[in-house]
């Protein structure tokens, strides 16, 4: 509360603060906070999007080393890849020596709200 410089004898009487300056920060405050979380949401979606492809991209290439092997050997080395990278292996198969994985990544960016990332990779010899 302010106080007003009195005339010669006149009464000091207080100036009311309605406080609006205060609504006006705390909105703009809740506007960054808003805007922060959605930024971190998609940062996190982001994230797992590409740890998702590394995964794929790495258990493909483990899979077509292992081709000649078979593809239970093939696929368990993917999976093996996959879960070291933190995803999970959705699909491996084998097209003659070239191996296709799928993996996914689970993330939850604000609590209450799950998404799953999916990647898919080919490795293979290369032709000529």
Known sequence: ??????AA???IQ???DRGGATVCL???GLVFVVVGVFGAAVGAA???RQRAAVAA???ALAAAG???????VACGSADEIARGNGARLTGC???GLDAVVTTEVTVTPVPGLTRVATATARAGPPRA
């Open 1 to 6: 509360m302010t106080v007003r410089a009195a």
């Open 9 to 11: 004898g006149a009464p």
């Open 14 to 16: 207080p100036r009311g």
């Open 26 to 28: 705390l909105a703009v």
């Open 46 to 48: 982001r994230v797992a």
């Open 57 to 59: 991209d790495f258990g």
């Open 66 to 72: 292992q081709a000649l092997a078979g593809g239970g």
């Open 93 to 95: 198969r084998l097209d």
